[in-house]
């Protein structure tokens, strides 16, 4: 091509990789190098422009399930589409690692995270992940943003959504319907999700002047064991009038309440009101539609790709926590009167 253009092999490297501007090559000489490359049929090669540029325009996703959340009935699917969205709009590929996959090699041991360092950074999705191993990475400097409040990590390296907020904002709204005995029920685990959402629990029954304590948390590592249609009757009996319960990726402890109201033989808000904090699971949601407040996955997801960007570019930024709309629903109402 040099040779057809009659310039040296540097001014075509110039030319063809866009930094002629400003340089001493004049449009003359530039034009014939571009006719040159034309006539020749040369198609840049994208691998060599990204070694070049010591970097890969790759962005990883890295999932902390069981199996990868393809599925569009998979609770964090919505994310994924918000971040194959976002990743686009900036000219960004990216790599689905599989190392936490059913037979993916390596699970989620160091091999397996060492992996994602193909990439120019990851982001990583999950309730429970290898702490100790993500800090590693964010020490070494490599770029990281876990979808989901982790403040171990150092720095910018999670976006997340304001459950607190919007929990407590449930749980004024019930207050504001006349109920005075609540109960969250949750799984028991302290992933961050579940510690916010049970705060904002917390800070609304404060708030409304209602009474708080451990008597208010149902905590279960089996709720569809543990939340049966007698244990619901003794808690109606007590008193409580309306029932929150956190969203995971399980659905457990929604799954559990709806069902043990319906084997009681309850309408819902007739006997009793639900909430749930967050949306309900894609295979439960039909009939009802529950109050509580819509996750923005979308939102999020882009807000994950946003940060990673800046973090890859080496640009000093973050998110800010995103805001969860409240949701009307109809499975909540006046308190029923107890003769």
């Known amino acids: 091509m040099a040779r057809l253009a009659g310039v040296s092999q540097a001014t075509v490297s110039l030319v063809l990789s866009d930094k002629a501007q400003g340089s ?42 069981a199996t990868f959340p393809t599925d569009v009935q998979h609770s964090y699917y919505p994310f994924l589409v918000g971040v194959e969205r976002e990743a686009a709009a900036r000219g960004y590929d990216l790599v689905l690692f599989t190392g936490s996959s059913s037979g993916g090699a ?20 999950g309730r429970h992940v290898p702490l100790a191993e993500l800090k590693r990475m964010v020490a070494d400097g490599f770029p990281v943003v ?8 150092e720095g910018p390296s999670w976006v997340g959504a304001d459950y607190v907020s919007a929990s407590s904002e449930v749980v004024g709204h019930l207050a504001s319907l006349g109920h005075r005995r609540i109960v969250l029920v949750r799984e028991d685990d302290d992933a961050p999700a579940s510690t916010d959402r049970q705060q904002g629990f917390l800070e609304g029954l404060e708030a409304a002047g209602l009474a708080g304590g451990p008597q208010a948390v149902f905590r279960s590592a ?118």
């Open 146 to 153: 876990h979808l989901g409040r982790r403040e171990e990590l």
């Open 222 to 339: 089996d709720p569809q064991r543990d939340i049966t249609p007698e244990r619901l009757g003794r808690w109606l009996d007590e008193g409580v009038t309306a029932f929150v319960a956190e969203e995971t990726d399980t659905g457990a402890a929604w799954r559990a309440l709806r069902g043990a109201v319906y084997d009681a033989g309850l309408v819902c808000p007739d006997d009793l009101s639900l909430a749930l904090l967050g949306s309900p699971p894609p295979d439960l949601d039909v009939g009802p539609h529950p109050t509580g407040f819509d996750i923005p996955r979308h939102e999020l997801g882009a807000a994950a790709v946003r940060l990673l960007a800046a973090l890859v570019s080496g640009e000093e930024t973050e998110e800010p926590l995103v805001t969860c709309v409240f949701r009307p629903g109809v499975t909540t109402g006046r308190p029923p009167e107890r003769s």
């Open 24 to 65: 001493a090559i004049s449009d003359e000489t530039r034009q014939r190098v571009l006719d040159a490359a034309r006539s020749l049929g040369y198609v840049p090669d994208p691998a060599a422009q990204r070694l070049a540029a010591a970097r890969n325009n790759l962005l990883g996703v890295f999932s902390f399930t």
């Open 106 to 125: 390596g699970a989620t041991g160091p091999e397996a995270l060492n992996r994602v360092r193909l990439a120019d950074g990851c982001l990583f999705l």
